[in-house]
């Protein structure tokens, strides 16, 4: 059976170009690039080459890119360096609706007496820049909030939040790990200090990210030891990772327009048949800020994971918004924080497409989707009232 692969926010194929790229450097030129011989420095050199790519499709100078391990630690490190390089501010401002690798790390420095604002969002996912000021104070050492939710495709003002948070002496950090390679990016008119990124959401493999850390702003490394990315991120360089995420930017900045009109296309389609085909069926978050190729979508009085394992019977890979961990539905925080429904968060389904994602495989998801829901539907022995009363029974709380 084909795969149709509408999972692309969790991780995306490499592409050829970017594997055949990376090939060599597993095979013949495995020199460290940190050596002082010829065989090493070649390879040094083809890392300074991935990273100007890096800083080509974002408008940076190359020397603002440090290659990381993945999103994760370039936004870790983000975090980090902005408390470390401000000892006398304790306090952070980000979303309810980051990822974990933001939302957790704030967690973790609240045992080092560190506090953190977690901004709202309103019940399409948006955020209101007046909640930021009013949250800024002398204390605050950063603000992070993330380019594009990963869930919903919700973007953020990137542009008023640099503005209010500018002069204030605070660091503005940005999650950009889902942006890059589906919107144009350009540092240059972008009030940001640090952006994190990473390979395996745009064609390259996993286990290679970068962070753009602008010209001037303090940085203190995360990883500490060798001399590598001058100093900023130690240890023995993912060479071959490198060059692919160098080779999947090139591939990126070649026709990111075009590529994304048409992955847009197919998600409104499928968007819209959906809606049309199945009842009680609704998006989450705004709908016209958002990045192309995402689409949450819940189906009411329908368990997410149900409609997942349905889809999986006939190749199809999406995922939920909720998780089955330890015997109970984790509802997903991003759909909780927008106040949407238990009922509907968890009959979610987040599709995310790519520019590899075909018209027939959108069609072929168009057509089996409404039967599933239907029968899904007519099997539970849950009416719509006992269903949100299931919901309260297994422990996710009130059904509002
Ligand atoms: N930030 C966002 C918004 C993400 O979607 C992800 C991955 O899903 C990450 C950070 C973490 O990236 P990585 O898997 O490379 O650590």
Redesign the pocket.
């Known amino acids: 059976m084909k795969t149709i692969y509408l999972d692309n926010?969790?991780t995306t194929q490499v592409a050829p170009e970017v594997l055949e790229a990376m090939l060599p450097y597993f095979r013949d030129f495995y020199g460290n690039p940190s050596s002082m011989h010829t065989f090493g420095g070649q390879v040094h050199q083809k890392i300074e080459e991935a990273r100007a790519r890096v800083a080509d499709l974002i408008g940076a100078d190359p020397e603002e890119i440090v290659f990381t391990g993945?999103?994760?630690e370039g936004?870790n490190t983000a975090l980090m360096s902005a408390v470390e390089s401000n000892p006398s501010r304790k306090h952070l401002i980000t979303t309810k609706v980051e990822?974990a690798?933001i939302l957790n790390f704030c967690k973790h420095l609240a045992g080092s007496g560190y506090r953190t604002t977690y901004l709202p969002v309103d019940s399409l996912g948006r955020l209101d820049t007046d909640d930021l000021r009013k949250a800024l104070d002398d204390r605050t050492a950063v603000v992070s909030v993330?380019y594009a939710n990963?869930e919903t495709g919700v973007l953020f003002p990137i542009n008023e939040i640099g503005n209010v948070v500018k002069g204030r002496g605070v660091l503005f950090h940005s999650?950009a790990?889902?942006a890059l390679g589906k919107l144009p990016i350009n540092v240059k008119d972008l009030p940001v200090d640090m952006l994190s990124f990473?390979g395996?959401k745009l064609h390259a493999p996993k286990g290679v990210?970068a962070l753009y850390v602008r010209k001037g702003t303090r940085f203190y490394p995360y990883m500490i030891g060798g001399h590598q990315e001058r100093g900023r991120r130690s240890g023995t360089e993912n060479v071959a990772s490198i060059i692919g995420f160098g080779k999947a930017c090139e591939l990126a900045k070649d026709d990111v327009s075009r590529r994304m009109a048409h992955v847009a296309r197919l998600r409104d389609k499928l968007e819209k048949a959906l809606l049309e085909c199945c009842p009680d069926t609704v998006v989450n978050g705004e709908r016209e800020h958002r990045l192309p190729n995402t689409t949450s979508i819940s189906f009411e009085y329908v368990e997410g994971e149900a409609i997942l394992l349905r889809l999986n019977e006939y190749g199809i890979c999406a995922s939920s918004g909720s998780a089955c961990t330890s015997g109970s539905l984790q509802p997903s925080h991003v759909l909780r924080s927008m106040g949407i429904p238990y009922t509907a968060i968890h009959g979610s389904v987040r599709f995310s497409l790519s520019s590899y994602t075909t018209e027939s495989e959108i069609d072929k998801v168009i057509e089996v989707m409404p039967a599933i829901i239907k029968d899904l539907r007519s099997l539970s022995p849950f009416g719509r009232e006992k269903f949100e009363q299931f919901l309260c029974a297994v422990g996710t709380g009130r059904a509002d």
Request: contains cysteine.
């Open positions: 926010n969790a993945c999103g994760t936004d990822h690798a993330m990963n999650d790990v889902q990473s395996h990210g």
